[in-house]
């Protein structure tokens, strides 16, 4: 079965800081991952997927099946980053995703 | 385009009860998925509909049912409500089974006393 583990509840970094999320997954087969987000009082929504391998938001995520892991990074974090960040990993068919704990990111001005 | 929408917004069962959760899809979406979200935790997949078939399921005992209708509305229905099922319960649509993008809707919270 497919695991996803985000190991840091929360994470608090300055403005102008860079910040990156830790995201590592257990699955045997060929997974997409993503990063799902949600600001405060909006619904989670997708940021990014590895297939996309582009930035959003200033947002970049690596996919490593070697270490399964799909950090997400930000070279300078600003305010409106603050949210819940979501790790989650889809298998190559179907649609169901699997999510880690979530990460919430505090940017202190 | 309202986007996924869910009713209602918050509720309060008894231990013992049933409760029907509803949602509707985003317009042209014909893929609904419900999610568990209990507190402070990621969300856990607990099915999906397509085509008006139960596709995929979780590891949700058969308490949880579910059911899509022809405009692809779904509705969750949890029997026996346990404590534990207090959680927010979120609806995801997307435009068919292979579709990379979930929408989410705002969620239903169910509190259990």
């Known amino acids: 079965a497919q695991r996803v583990t985000q190991p840091e509840k929360l994470l608090s970094v300055f403005k102008g800081a860079p910040v990156e999320l830790k995201c590592n997954y257990s699955?045997?087969?060929?997974?997409?991952l993503f990063w799902y987000v949600q600001y405060s009082r909006q619904r989670l929504q997708l940021l990014l997927r590895h297939i996309s391998r582009e930035s959003i938001k200033g947002f970049t995520a690596d996919l490593n099946k070697g270490e399964t892991s799909f950090h997400l990074k930000k070279p300078f974090a600003q305010e409106e980053d603050s949210a819940m960040y979501y790790c989650a990993l889809k298998k190559a068919a179907g649609n169901k995703l699997t999510f880690g704990g979530g990460t919430r990111v505090l940017v202190k001005p | 385009d309202a986007g996924v929408t869910q009713s209602p917004t918050h509720l309060i069962k008894t231990r013992g009860q049933q409760v029907t959760l509803r949602c509707s899809p985003k317009s042209g979406h014909d893929t609904v998925s419900w999610y568990q979200q209990a507190l402070g935790q990621g969300p856990q997949f607990i099915f999906q509909?397509?085509?008006?078939?139960?596709?995929q399921r979780g590891n949700f005992p058969d308490r949880f049912s579910g059911h899509q209708f022809p405009n692809y509305s779904s509705e969750l229905n949890v029997n026996a409500l346990l404590l534990g099922d207090s959680a927010l319960y979120l609806c995801?649509?997307?435009?068919?089974?292979?579709?990379?993008?979930?929408?989410f809707g705002p969620g239903t919270r169910l509190t259990v006393t």
């Open positions: 509909y397509y085509e008006e078939e139960e596709r």
């Open positions: 699955y045997s087969g060929s997974p997409e």
């Open positions: 995801a649509s997307s435009l068919d089974r292979e579709a990379y993008e979930q929408y």
